[in-house]
């Protein structure tokens, strides 16, 4: 009897699972096409005045770079950029309405990094990551939070976009920003 109930609860848990990941699949295609259709209008080139620009901070101490975002009218464009010395590998970035759950937490109020919506950036360097991001569905008040693994003169390291604090116990950090303020190149809340 408890090996049909294994076989049982075994066959309804990779059922639940297949179809989950389907659908999670289809959700992130759905996502890359879209961005895929945004990217190929951004001139980067031509970007104008930023609306916001913060260290990227590495290992909690040092100074690896900057994350800087700039708003075309159609798009947030956010752009990672590490110092000589230190080298971009992933990123992760997360953005959203502040006033609603706009980032994947744990209980205790770290974000799940693995979660975050955006892994694909645009334009991809050795010292720079382009993501685009549609303003479709972001309010005046947005936050941010950009995580990269950065590699610097003494080994690797975590690296966040310099904000406030998450509510948790790490030191991840995220960008409170206005997209009111970010026309006229200002871009952090007053």
Not at 33 to 53: A, K, P
Not at 111 to 116: N, T
Not at 149 to 161: C, F, K, L
Request: with cysteine.
């Amino acid at each position: 009897m408890k090996k049909i109930s294994f076989i049982f609860y075994g066959i309804v848990a990779i059922l639940f699972t297949s179809c989950f990941s389907e659908s999670l699949e289809e959700n992130i295609l759905t996502n890359l096409d879209i961005q895929t259709d945004i990217r190929s209008n951004i001139d980067l080139d031509n970007l104008g005045e930023e609306c916001i620009s913060v260290n990227l901070i590495a290992g909690q101490h040092d100074v690896a770079g900057s994350v800087t975002v700039y708003n075309d009218g159609e798009n947030l464009i956010i752009i990672y950029t590490t110092n000589d010395d230190w080298t971009l590998d992933l990123t992760h970035l997360s953005i959203g309405n502040c006033d609603e759950d706009w980032v994947p937490l744990t209980g205790s109020g770290n974000p799940k990094i693995g979660r975050f919506e955006f892994t694909e950036p645009y334009s991809i360097s050795d010292h720079e990551i382009v993501y685009v991001i549609s303003l479709d569905g972001l309010d005046d008040a947005y936050c941010f939070a950009a995580h990269a693994e950065v590699e610097g003169p003494d080994g690797g390291e975590t690296a966040w976009a310099e904000g406030t604090e998450f509510s948790g116990n790490s030191w991840a950090m995220f960008v409170e920003g206005l997209l009111s303020k970010c026309t006229e190149g200002v871009g952090l809340p007053t």
